[in-house]
């Protein structure tokens, strides 16, 4: 799993209670699914189809840096099964795990099509192959 991106908690981000609103941290993550499989599909039509075990393992609080996770489970035909977890970035302590997040590929027509991908692919080895 590749800890791509890193949020600041900011007093908008709070629920009723002072921690860090689940709601808030899954837009992130959903955010994050889908600019990982835009890029990893070179395709920026691509929408959230299931997400699956959502595990809010512990809080956090205003002022914490956490970091988004996100590993790839499986290439499928039109689809891009991947996982996800959110820790604290200065204690490693795991905030939220997500086991299973399938992002599917459309075409122009907002069908599912073939993505033709089957690994993951690094931007470096894309530029040494151009
Ligand atoms: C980033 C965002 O926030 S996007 C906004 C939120 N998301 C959306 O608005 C999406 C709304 N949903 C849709 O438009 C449609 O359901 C679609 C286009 C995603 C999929 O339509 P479907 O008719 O289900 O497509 P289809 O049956 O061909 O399945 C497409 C792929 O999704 C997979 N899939 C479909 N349903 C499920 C499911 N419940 N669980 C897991 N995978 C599923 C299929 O296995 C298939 O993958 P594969 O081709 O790799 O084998």
Redesign the pocket.
Request: net charge positive.
């Given at each position: 799993m590749r800890f791509h991106t890193r949020k600041w908690v900011k007093p908008e981000d709070l629920n009723p209670n002072g921690t860090l609103f689940g709601g808030r941290l899954l837009a992130w993550i959903?955010?994050e699914?889908?600019l990982y499989t835009t890029i990893q599909l070179e395709n920026s039509k691509?929408?959230?189809?299931?997400m699956s075990e959502i595990n809010f393992m512990s809080s956090a609080q205003q002022g914490d840096i956490v970091e988004i996770g996100i590993g790839v489970k499986k290439f499928?035909?039109?689809?891009l099964?991947i996982h996800s977890e959110v820790r604290n970035k200065m204690t490693r302590e795991t905030i939220l795990t997500v086991d299973?997040i399938?992002m599917?590929n459309?075409g122009e027509d907002?069908?599912?099509t073939?993505h033709g991908k089957t690994k993951i692919e690094f931007v470096k080895d894309r530029l040494s192959n151009a």
């Amino acid at each position: 799993m590749r800890f791509h991106t890193r949020k600041w908690v900011k007093p908008e981000d709070l629920n009723p209670n002072g921690t860090l609103f689940g709601g808030r941290l899954l837009a992130w993550i959903d955010e994050e699914a889908a600019l990982y499989t835009t890029i990893q599909l070179e395709n920026s039509k691509v929408v959230t189809k299931y997400m699956s075990e959502i595990n809010f393992m512990s809080s956090a609080q205003q002022g914490d840096i956490v970091e988004i996770g996100i590993g790839v489970k499986k290439f499928g035909k039109t689809s891009l099964t991947i996982h996800s977890e959110v820790r604290n970035k200065m204690t490693r302590e795991t905030i939220l795990t997500v086991d299973n997040i399938v992002m599917v590929n459309l075409g122009e027509d907002g069908k599912p099509t073939p993505h033709g991908k089957t690994k993951i692919e690094f931007v470096k080895d894309r530029l040494s192959n151009a």
